[in-house]
């Protein structure tokens, strides 16, 4: 197994939105720990666990944990319009040796609530499913079917046909956490593109799934994950 899945971990330091945030630290742990730790815990990979940065701190903290940091990325691909697909793009051209494994399964530092469990289960249902692509994802809080546009400060439905109706009436809609993506690697460089339809779903509750992007978001994480503040 050890020679057919492989993990990347994304973690730049250049966020836009809250600084170093992969750095920012609950219960004493920086937030690239969280990954790494599930992902050495799922034992689906033996020490292929990478850290993709452009950051000499990121790579000595992920380093510290375990993971492999082979090389230090170019800055363009931490700031915008590069996303994470370029980042994965990128690991195999610079290592292309893992091109031959089957599997790359890329996990969000952002997401620190993810458990080995939820990498094993998403890889069973992955396995099942006959599919080359998996991504998690989380129930919304509100039906998606009722959203609606602002436009000169007038509310436009999305879907006209379901504004009407109550939440009860109306299918649950879910929306991609990022917290894990599964790829099958021959088809992801083929493709160059996360969505390779079909795309199976796992979900994670929404309990779990905190995508930290603002210090809202991190202050939230840490409530819940017990890390209170004094």
């Not at 800055?75 to 990128?90: C, E, F, H, R």
Request: charged letters at 25%; aromatic letters at 12%.
């Amino acid at each position: 197994m050890f020679n057919k899945n492989i993990c990347l971990i994304p973690a730049k330091a250049s966020s836009s939105r809250l600084a170093l945030k992969n750095l920012l630290k609950i219960n004493g742990k920086e937030l690239i720990y969280y990954g790494i730790n599930a992902a050495f815990n799922s034992r689906l990979f033996g020490d292929n666990i990478f850290v993709s940065t452009e950051s000499l701190d990121i790579k000595s903290v992920a380093e510290g944990y375990g993971a492999k940091v082979p090389y230090l990325r170019d800055q363009k691909l931490s700031i915008d319009p590069a996303g994470v697909v370029d980042v994965a793009l990128d690991f195999f051209e610079k290592v292309p040796e893992y091109e031959t494994f089957e599997n790359l399964f890329i996990i969000l530092p952002s997401a620190p609530m993810i458990l080995a469990e939820d990498i094993l289960k998403a890889y069973r249902v992955y396995c099942d499913s006959d599919t080359r692509c998996l991504m998690s994802v989380t129930e919304t809080e509100h039906s998606a079917l009722r959203s609606v546009y602002i436009r000169k400060q007038v509310i436009v439905p999305l879907f006209d046909q379901y504004i009407n109706k109550k939440s009860q009436e109306l299918e649950s809609t879910f929306q991609i956490n990022g917290a894990i993506t599964i790829l099958n690697v021959k088809s992801f460089i083929q493709q160059r593109s996360y969505f390779i339809h079909p795309i199976i779903g796992y979900e994670i509750p929404r309990k779990r799934s905190v995508d930290i992007d603002t210090k809202e978001d991190y202050m939230l994480a840490k409530f819940l994950m017990g890390d209170y503040e004094k």
